[in-house]
């Protein structure tokens, strides 16, 4: 079972989290990178896997994306990077980031999709341009389960992205412990979590965005 997999069975009906793909699509990228942006600044904050999928093929995996692609603390300017090959994207495609942020017992899902137009080139490693690398970032919003706090995901814009965490979820028995990848590009993610506890899950919703 991918990240993919596990996230998209707690977000249900939110497959991009709180991000929109009835936008403008962006310019692939021309520097070959996705970056993810937390929500102080920095890079990823929380143990846990993360993928990227370009429409349904899987361009990035990580089994501990903060340790594999480390950015800086809160507050810092220095972002996660994962390079990405782009050369499946050929006229319209669809760039979608889930990541499974592990935080003592509980689960944080993270969706991001950026819609892109153009052909993609093979991954390189430059620095980000302004139509450079997506970037993630995480801002949240928790609902307990039986109410939703509804935080307005920035739009999938620039290369630039915030994240949006996806959902929370106590991992249960019967329930793996994965994570969910993000994606840097000037969009913002929004959050999407659900707290689930034991027998009884209880839900949370976050926000996070995605940057191109």
Same mark, same amino acid.
């Given at each position: 079972?991918?990240?993919?997999?596990?996230?998209? +069975?707690?977000?249900?009906?939110?497959?991009?989290?709180?991000?929109?793909? +009835?936008?403008?699509?962006?310019?692939?990228?021309?520097?070959?990178?996705?970056?993810?942006?937390?929500?102080?600044?920095?890079?990823?904050?929380?143990?846990?896997? $993360?993928?990227?999928?370009?429409?349904?093929?899987?361009?990035?995996?990580?089994? +501990?994306?903060?340790?594999?692609?480390?950015?800086?603390?809160?507050?810092? +300017?220095?972002?996660?990077?994962?390079?990405?090959?782009?050369?499946? $994207?050929?006229?319209?495609?669809?760039?979608?980031?889930?990541?499974?942020?592990?935080?003592?017992?509980?689960?944080?899902?993270?969706?991001?999709?950026?819609?892109?137009?153009?052909?993609?080139?093979?991954?390189?490693?430059?620095?980000?341009?302004?139509?450079?690398?997506?970037?993630?970032? %995480?801002?949240?919003? %928790?609902?307990?389960?039986?109410?939703?706090?509804?935080?307005?995901?920035? #739009?999938?814009?620039?290369?630039?992205?915030?994240?949006?965490?996806?959902?929370?979820?106590?991992?249960?028995?019967?329930?793996?412990?994965?994570?969910?990848?993000?994606?840097?590009?000037?969009?913002? %993610?929004? #959050?999407?979590?659900?707290?689930?506890? $034991?027998?009884?899950?209880?839900?949370?919703?976050?926000?996070?965005?995605?940057?191109?």
């Amino acid at each position: 079972m991918s990240v993919r997999d596990v996230v998209l +069975d707690m977000v249900k009906d939110k497959k991009c989290g709180y991000t929109r793909t +009835d936008v403008e699509p962006k310019p692939v990228p021309t520097d070959g990178k996705v970056t993810w942006l937390g929500n102080g600044g920095g890079g990823f904050t929380h143990t846990g896997p $993360c993928e990227i999928y370009i429409d349904d093929k899987m361009v990035l995996h990580g089994d +501990d994306c903060e340790e594999e692609y480390p950015g800086g603390p809160n507050g810092s +300017d220095k972002l996660s990077e994962m390079p990405v090959d782009y050369s499946s $994207c050929n006229g319209d495609c669809t760039l979608s980031f889930y990541w499974l942020g592990f935080q003592n017992e509980q689960w944080q899902a993270y969706v991001n999709c950026v819609p892109l137009k153009g052909s993609g080139g093979s991954t390189t490693q430059t620095q980000a341009s302004n139509a450079g690398s997506p970037a993630i970032g %995480e801002k949240t919003a %928790e609902t307990p389960s039986t109410e939703t706090q509804a935080t307005e995901a920035p #739009p999938a814009a620039t290369p630039q992205s915030v994240e949006t965490p996806t959902t929370e979820t106590a991992p249960s028995a019967d329930t793996p412990e994965t994570e969910s990848p993000s994606v840097e590009t000037t969009t913002t %993610e929004a #959050p999407l979590t659900t707290d689930t506890k $034991c027998k009884a899950p209880a839900r949370r919703l976050r926000k996070k965005g995605i940057a191109l």
